[in-house]
């Protein structure tokens, strides 16, 4: 048999092996169950807690909240959003010193929640320039932290002198 004959052989049979292997449908991607339409999504988010305390108006001013921004460990964590302030503390390793949303910690940072920004200068009270698909996010953080952490205070005023 000449090498031409080899070669042509190999021309014919190599698509057939590979398209084989492609198609063929093997048992690993068989197994996989097909998502049940009835169960929810699993989310990435924390799920909503029972076990949350009736929500305090204890008065904490701007300038108080600071103390609360994840920089002292010994401290609780503090978030105010809409001037509820939520303890974040057991979520440190998210708004603990360093972490990815410890700009919000300390502060009350409506604004940039509803922009979805994690830019220092968005990180503020004022949310009065928030459109309304805007104050909409804000709304939507405001009761997804509503059904996983305790609100501990309000934000008050500086008194003035
Ligand atoms: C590439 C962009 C982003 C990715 C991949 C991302 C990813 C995530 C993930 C995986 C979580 C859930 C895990 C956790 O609780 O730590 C989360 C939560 C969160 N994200 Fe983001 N994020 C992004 C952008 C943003 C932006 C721009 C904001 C600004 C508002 C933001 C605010 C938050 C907040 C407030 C939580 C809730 C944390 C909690 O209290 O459970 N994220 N993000």
Sequence with gaps: MSLSYVLYGLVIALPSVFLGYYLYPRPSTLSIPAADPNKPAKSIMQPPREDLIPPKDDP??????????GSDSSKPIYVAIKGDIFDVTHKADSYGKGKSYNIFAGKDGSRGLGKSSLKLEDAVADYSVLDEAERKVLDDWHSFFCKRYNIVGRVVSEPKI
């Design 60 to 69: 904490f001013t701007i300038e108080q909240l600071k103390a609360f921004d």
